[in-house]
């Protein structure tokens, strides 16, 4: 009998489902590697706790001067738990974009490329293991401060399901662009300046510290049209006021720039390996 016979539709599924709990399995390997190192957790926590004592009093002067119940739509409180909830995703996120880029410079890539797991798959799984290990810290101490600052509880837990589909699909984007920006070693001397602004961008376009409802009509056109606010934006204010429609437009978008993305990786990261082969390792 052939191989070809062999191959029946149980025995690809058989595949499929060893494949998938491989990448589970470094995720969560990489999540618990993470959380040993308390001490790295520690100092981002209290880095985080800082910053959200500072927005807190920050936003209330600016509600008190202006007398304004709402800015951008948003009360006080609201706006509060936007800022929680943006700040916990980026500190959330990993540098996986240095990882690749020093794999790449100094050729340890040469040796993971002949390993039983796609490059790709790896190090996005992997970066995805430690973000989902470091989100529920980072919002419980996030989510402390804002506590302590308010003395009252912003968040509706009754969005937190949506709001934990759409973050995940966010990080799901933030992570193929910042692989994407590691294979740039292949061609350029340092990828740093790429990861810069694509960090700034998600800071201010993103709308990590400022909702885009309270930018100008034209840049919060631009804004919502760009995948940063995919990141941050969208899943952040979905947390703070739930909408159904929003949730249903979000996460289609999300899906779209997933598979565009993944395109995208996919090309650079078959050009940049070409490129290697050619040259050796």
Do not use: C
């Amino acid at each position: 009998m052939s191989a070809r016979a062999l191959d029946t539709p149980p025995l690809r599924a058989r595949r499929g489902l060893r494949r998938w709990a491989k990448y589970a399995a470094i995720a969560q390997a990489q999540a618990a590697t993470g959380l040993a190192y308390w001490a790295e957790q520690a100092v981002r926590g209290i880095h985080l706790f800082l910053i959200i004592v500072v927005f807190v009093q920050l936003w209330r002067v600016t509600y008190a001067v202006t007398g304004a119940q709402r800015i951008a739509g948003f009360t006080l409180p609201q706006m509060i738990g936007y800022l929680v909830l943006t700040e916990t995703i980026v500190m959330s996120n990993p540098r996986i974009e240095q990882v690749i880029d020093q794999e790449v410079r100094g050729g340890e890539i040469a040796y993971r490329l002949v390993r039983p797991v796609h490059y790709v798959a790896f190090h996005f799984w992997s970066a995805m293991g430690q973000a989902l290990a470091s989100l529920p810290v980072n919002f419980a101490v996030a989510s402390l401060a804002a506590w302590l600052a308010l003395g009252d509880w912003v968040f509706p837990l009754a969005t937190a399901p949506a709001f934990l589909v759409a973050m995940t699909l966010g990080m799901a984007i933030h992570l193929l662009v910042s692989i994407t920006i590691g294979l740039l070693a292949f061609w350029t001397e340092d990828t740093w300046p790429f990861a810069f602004v694509w960090t700034r961008l998600v800071m201010i376009l993103g709308g990590m510290m400022l909702p885009l409802d309270a930018f100008p009509d034209w840049l919060a056109r631009v804004a919502k049209a760009l995948p940063m606010n995919l990141v941050v934006y969208g899943p952040a204010r979905l947390g703070m006021r739930f909408d159904w429609s929003e949730f249903g437009t979000l996460v289609w978008h999300q899906l779209i720039w997933i598979v565009v993305l993944l395109g995208v990786v996919s090309w650079v990261f078959g050009k940049g390996a070409r490129r290697l082969h050619v040259q050796g390792g």
